[in-house]
């Protein structure tokens, strides 16, 4: 019986044994465990930024959709306005030109033709006044010679 005690506190010291080398596995791996947890903690932060960011990209994002929104809708307004401009142009405003123009044109043919008459009476008007002036010293020739005669 003694014998069988001592089997009996033999395997009792094994099983301390056991249980503490177990009790040391089991603290290494609540340690890795605490560690891996910190870790995850970490990532889980890490995580939560990134998702804030993305947040704020995605905020971002919205607001130059939008505004590419407002300027397609001002480009539009832009090429509706061209058109206007164009269409005026070309059924108002060239016709009116083109009719400036002609009118310009029927002047300066006016103008020459009235030009071509004032050289052509200038040109009387100088005959005329040699014809005068020829006439005049003949006249006053005459007189001289009368008033010379008597």
């Known amino acids: ?29 609540s340690d890795i465990l605490q560690g891996h947890s910190e870790i995850l903690q970490r990532h889980s932060d890490i995580l939560q930024g990134h998702s804030e960011i993305l947040q704020r990209h995605s905020d ?9 929104q407002q300027h397609s809708k001002q480009l539009e307004e832009l090429q509706q306005r061209q058109i206007r401009i164009e269409t005026s142009i070309e059924n108002e405003i060239t016709p009116k030109i083109n ?9 300066g043919d006016q103008i020459e033709k009235l030009q071509k008459h004032l ?5 009387a008007i100088a005959f005329d006044v040699n014809y005068l002036l020829n006439k005049t010293a003949r006249q006053e020739t005459a007189i001289m010679e009368l008033r010379q005669a008597r």
Do not use: N, P, Y
């Open 1 to 29: 019986m003694e014998e069988l005690l001592k089997q009996i506190l033999q395997g009792q010291e094994e099983i301390k044994e056991v249980l503490q080398q177990h009790g040391e596995i089991l603290q290494r791996h």
């Open 60 to 68: 971002i994002l919205q607001g130059h959709s939008e505004i590419l």
């Open 99 to 107: 009719a400036l123009f002609d009118a310009f044109e029927l002047r």
């Open 119 to 123: 050289d052509r009476r200038l040109d």
